[in-house]
C-alpha cells in the first residue's frame, strides 16, 4: 500500500463540512481545530461512506466530540488511564504479565478514534528496525507464551515489515495482532496481507469493532478472507456512551459477528482517556447494561465485560473489580 494510496483514503476537513452544514459555523471550525491540534482527526473514506448523519454512531466515534472541542478543563479523565507507563521494560514493549507481553510495532492508525487511550501516540515518530529488533530481543528472551502485536495499528506497517516482525516471533507459541484496520480500512485485508498472515497456524487476529453499522459488506469480505485463510478471528468493542450503551446495540453487534465467524471476546469498560470524556459511561450504568445483555444473547456470543485497571494490572471482569 502506497503512501499516496492512504493519503487519498482520507476524508479532509472540508470535504466534513461541504457535506454536513453544522460544521460550518465559526464556533464549530475553531472546536474542530482544537481537537485536531490534541489529536488528529483521521477519518478513512471507507468509514466516512458508512456515516449517515452527524449523530450517528460511526460519526461520533471519529468527529470531534463537545468536550475535546474546547479549552482543557479539569476532568476525572487519568493521565494513565491503563497503568501501562509504568509497564515498560524496554521501549515498545508493555508487560503486565509474566506470561505475555505486547509489542508495539507502530504508532500510526489509519483512523483515529476520539476515545483512544493511545492518543499522544501519533505525535511520535515510527519506531525504527533497530528500537524494534531490541524490544523482539526482550521478548524472545523473557520467556513469554504469548506475544500481542499492538499500536497504533500493526496493520499500518506494509507486508514486508510485518513478515518480518512475524519471523522473528515465529518461535513464540501463540502470536496475536489487535488490529482496527479490517473494519476502518477494509481495503487492507489484501491478497497480499492474507497470504503473509495465512502462513502462521500459531496466530490470531483480534480486531475492534463497536456497532453493527461498522460491518458493511467490504468489511465482512476482508474478514471471510481472513477466515477462509484459517486465521481465528476474534472482537473487542469498547463501551462507549452514545455509540453502544444499550443492550439492544451490543445484542446486535454479538449476533452479527458470530453469523460472520468473529468471536465476540471482550467488551472493554470505557478507559478514563483525557479528551474522550463524552463516551464515559459509570461502571454502575456498564453492569446494568451487560447483565441485560446477558439476557439476550446466548454464550457464544457474549463477551467478558472488563476493565483495564489504572493500576496497571491488567483486564479484571467489570463485576469482581466494582467488589473489590
Ligand atoms: S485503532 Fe485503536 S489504537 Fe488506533 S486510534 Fe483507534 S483505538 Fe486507538
Redesign the pocket.
Known sequence: MSTIRKQTSMVTHKECTERFSSLQTETAKRGWLTADSQFPVRITRSWYHRIQSLSDPLAKQVFPQPTEMQERVQTDALQNPVGELDKQPVPFVVQKHANRALLLVSRK?????R?????T?DDLIEPTQEELDKAIDYILSSGVEEVIL????PLFLNNDRLFGILERLVSIPTIRIH??API?FPSRVNVGLVEVLGQYSNLWVIV?CNHVQELNTEVVEGLQRLRVSGIPLLNQS?LLKGVNDDSDVLADLCRRLVRIGVFPYYLHHTDRVQGAEDFFVTLADGLQIYLALEQKVSGLALPKYVIDAPDGSGKVPVERYVLG
Open positions: 492508525c489509519h483512523l483515529h478514534c476515545y483512544c487511550f493511545r492518543r501516540l499492538s499500536g497504533g495499528d488490529t482496527r476502518t475492534h469498547v
